[in-house]
């Protein structure tokens, strides 16, 4: 079976929490916590690696009001907040995020167009600080560079439409 | 031994092993006690409430499916309290549950309706909050309706744990859990190898299997259609308990005739191509054994579900799967080749139904090309046992009254070892019998072969034909599959000698005796009756061993030339592809 990149990112959270028990509500909510949401490819790639039924895994994500299975924004903007974004201005680029956004961390924009939310080490401490759109990985992250992608669709950087 | 317990139910007396429950012990005392979610052939989830009973000294009611018998326990099964509970248990359903039974596909026939019916309702007190839910009729083969589920519980035990496909589960909690499939997606898209089990064991009409009738109506109605029909062999022994006759009574020549008096043109039976199947399986067999270095064990394909469990869970098992058709397969290939040949018939104008114990049987007809082998599908439509029985209804057919009638014998001659293939074991007998002849030259002294019979979800064996031994596995209910898969992976890997040579695999347990297609009720009783009838028929018959069949014989000399010869491979073999996509 070919890895599709949701595998490889799946594979971190399946790794940790694999025959512990109790553990595929944490992995579940490694999962939220990755994408702000559980995506459906990425529920089956853990079912797959954790050896669980994907119907096991829908039931408990179902019964917990917790989980979300939506994307809660058309982008979902995550600030990572491990150590070493942390130490690189993780906060400053959250701050800014925030700010443009006009929302808090685990928020959403009144349009559903953004998501914002912080998570934890996305392993990538090489490039950090880190900053994911969706599926999309920004690296070494600066004011400047993170700016285009807070805008509204079709809105150029100059805010002219 | 253990000392068994004594206990009194309704004041009278019972003694029973430790564990038993109330509901099992009231039984031995005859005494009735309601329940809904419980079923004979699963766990106790102790869902609904319906069998509560009342133990002195004791202020709560409990459940008789779930609560053992205690030493001294006096217990009451009725009073008016415990009935007006059992009511209110109901009522509290019916306030959830689409008032539709006039339209239902469990009308008369509906766990639910008989209690209502059976504690006289006639208003329901609670406000109606029937949920709004899609149906799922992705599969064409059995339809979800998730707003008249009870979330009694059994379809997903049978669907986790008897059959490991784990295609559907409930979703969410409290008053809003739904039956589902799997990740809250379509059936057909979830790994359902639509086996049917769970529409067998629903108590209401959330899960009934898909309804072709009409298309048959209308197809018997067009003068132009020549319309033929062919009998599977489990639907002979159970189409009976529709009409009122003892289980496992074989009625063969009375749905020939009815059939016929519906307006089949023709009227073949899938013994004839289980006849057949058997006469090119026994010969891969026997080539894969004789010859060095072939693929073993061999592993038989005549379950739909099974292949698409397979495909979708075990396609490493692919190289040991018979390239043989089903039974009815091989009947609707030759329907519309040789059959309409020999009678001067448009193969265009040649409509099959075939009549089967099975919901999957819908699917396997369109499961590939190599399905429409004729030129044409072959069997342009299946239907399920319950779908025949209610059709001889709405013709108004005296169903018991019917003289028996003969089959078309060029596809409808069969031997005793075409009709075991409806139940487990079966498969394997008659391949046996078949494979003696053509490893010795003749039949076997006896043709029974006792170790592939009865309800053991695994059973092994071997037998000695000519010198050699041949070992075999025979599994029902796809749970049990695992098992003999593993045992097979295990003497691969370590490069040993393969446990078996052959293996029989039916996804049902009981095999197509408990069909999902087959009338309700289903419990091991009941499969052991069915498949009691099917060996009668074998015993009853005048050949026993496939080879033997006249018409078989006929149709290689006319027609195909000789057992996996090019005919053969074109009309009875085909071929099976990973589907790695479906994942449980
Ligand atoms: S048809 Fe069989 S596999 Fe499909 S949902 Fe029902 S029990 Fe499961
Ligand atoms: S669909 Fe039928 S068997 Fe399944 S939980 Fe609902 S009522 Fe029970
Ligand atoms: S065991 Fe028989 S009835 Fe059940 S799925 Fe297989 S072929 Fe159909
Ligand atoms: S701390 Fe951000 S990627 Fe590791
Ligand atoms: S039958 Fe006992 S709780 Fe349902």
Known sequence: MTLTKTDEDVAAIAKRWKNKRGSLIMALHGLQDRYGYVPREAAMSLGEQMDVPLARIYEVLTFYNYFRLKSPGKKVVSVCMGTACYLKGAPKLLDQASEELGIRPGETTADGEFHLQVVRCVGCCGLAPVVTVNEKLLAKVTGESLEPHLLQPGATEDGKA | ?584
């Open chain 2, 1 to 584: 031994m253990t000392d068994m317990i004594q206990a009194t139910i309704n004041g009278l007396p019972v003694e029973v092993a430790p564990g038993v429950t109330i509901l099992d012990a009231a039984r031995q005392v005859s005494v009735h006690i309601p329940t809904l979610c419980k079923h004979p052939d699963l766990d106790a989830t102790a869902a609904c409430g319906m069998c509560i009973v009342r133990v002195a000294g004791s202020s709560k009611m409990l459940r008789a499916c779930c609560t053992p018998v205690e030493q001294e326990m006096e217990i009451t099964t009725e009073d008016p309290e415990i009935i007006q509970v059992r009511r209110t248990v109901i009522e509290m359903i019916l306030s959830k549950h689409p008032n539709e039974c006039l339209t239902c596909g469990r009308n008369q026939n509906c766990e639910l309706q008989t209690l209502a019916a059976d504690f006289g309702l006639r208003e329901i007190c609670l406000d109606s909050v029937v949920p709004d839910l899609p149906l799922d009729a992705t599969t064409k083969a059995i339809v979800l309706d998730p707003r008249k589920c009870i979330t009694c519980g059994r379809c997903i035990q049978v669907c986790q744990q008897i059959q490991n496909v784990w295609a559907l589960s409930f979703l969410q909690r409290g008053f809003d859990t739904r039956i589902a499939a799997a990740g809250d997606i379509n059936l057909a898209d979830s790994p359902c190898v639509r086996c049917g089990q769970c529409s067998a064991h629903c108590p209401t009409g959330a899960i009934v299997e898909y309804d072709n009738t009409q298309e048959v109506w209308d197809n018997l109605l067009d003068p132009d259609v020549y319309c033929v029909a062919q009998l599977a062999p489990a639907v002979r022994v159970a189409i009976g308990e529709a009409f009122g006759f003892p289980i496992g009574t074989n009625l063969t020549g009375k749905t020939y005739a009815a059939l016929r008096r519906m307006g089949f043109d023709a009227v073949f039976d899938t013994n004839f191509g289980a006849d057949l199947t058997i006469m090119e399986e026994a010969h891969e067999f026997v080539k894969r054994f004789t010859t060095e270095g072939s693929v073993l064990p061999l592993i038989t394909t005549c379950c739909p579900s099974w292949v698409d469990f397979m495909e979708k869970f075990h396609d490493d098992m692919i190289p040991h799967f018979s390239s043989c058709k089903s039974p009815q397969a091989m009947v609707g290939a030759l329907a519309k080749t040789y059959y309409a040949e020999k009678m001067g018939l448009d193969p265009a104008k040649v409509y099959v139904v075939s009549v089967m114990p099975c919901t999957a049987k819908k699917f396997e007809i369109i499961r590939s090309k190599e399905m429409a082998s004729s030129g044409f599908w072959d069997v342009d439509v299946s239907l399920t046992t319950r779908e025949l029985a209610r059709m001889i209804k709405q013709s108004g057919i005296n169903f018991p009254a019917v003289k028996e009638e003969q089959p078309d014998h060029l596809l409808g001659a069969y031997t005793g070892a075409g009709t075991i293939f409806g139940t487990t074991g079966g498969v394997m007998e008659a391949a046996l019998r078949t494979s003696y002849f053509l490893l010795t030259g003749e039949n076997p002294a006896r043709v029974e072969f006792q170790k592939t019979r009865g309800l053991d979800g695994v059973k092994e064996g071997s037998t000695v034909i000519a010198g050699h031994e041949i070992r075999f596995a025979v599994a029902h209910g796809l749970g049990n599959v695992e098992t003999v898969l593993r045992r097979v992976r295990e003497a691969r890997d370590a490069g040993t000698e393969p446990p078996y040579h052959f293996i029989e695999v039916m996804a049902c347990p009981g095999g197509c005796v408990g069909g999902g297609g087959q009338p309700y009720g289903v419990t091991d009783k009941l499969r052991a009756k069915r498949a009691a009838g099917l060996y009668q028929d074998d015993q009853a018959g005048l050949w026993r061993c496939a080879h033997e069949n006249p018409y078989v014989q006929k149709l290689y000399e006319d027609f195909l030339g000789e057992p996996l010869g090019e005919k053969s491979e074109q009309l009875l073999h085909t071929s099976y592809h990973s589907r790695p996509e479906y994942r449980r």
